[in-house]
Nanobody, 115 residues
């Protein structure tokens, strides 16, 4: 079955960095567009960053210049490098795999930015 397993979340001080990783199994990873979403308490889930099967990337305006998404098709992983973290980046971060008429989600990993 399809599994997306996130790791790397935790507590970090403002200005700090974290790397989130998502390991995928059960899909032809290289064919999927991969995304990171986040959901803060009381807010809707929002797209943070995406990378297509061809390697094109896109970012939410709020994270441009601070976050970098990358993928390794040999390892079936997608990473999110997060720098200069702010308290407003606090949320549960979810990995998403998307293909025409198919979408899969991970269980989420908590990121808390606080002093």
């Amino acid at each position: 079955q399809v599994q997306l397993v996130e790791s790397g979340g935790g507590l970090v001080q403002p200005g700090g960095s974290l790397i989130l990783s998502c390991a995928a199994s059960g899909i032809i990873f290289s064919s999927y567009n991969m995304n990171w979403y986040r959901q803060a308490p009381g807010k809707q889930r929002e797209l943070v960053a995406g990378i297509t099967s061809g390697g094109s990337t896109n970012y939410a305006d709020s994270v441009k210049g601070r976050f970098t998404i990358s993928r390794d098709n040999a390892k079936n992983t997608v990473d999110l490098q997060m720098n200069s973290l702010k308290p407003e980046d606090t949320a549960v971060y979810y990995c998403n795999a998307k293909y025409p008429f198919r979408a899969y989600w991970g269980q989420g990993t908590q990121v808390t930015v606080s002093s």
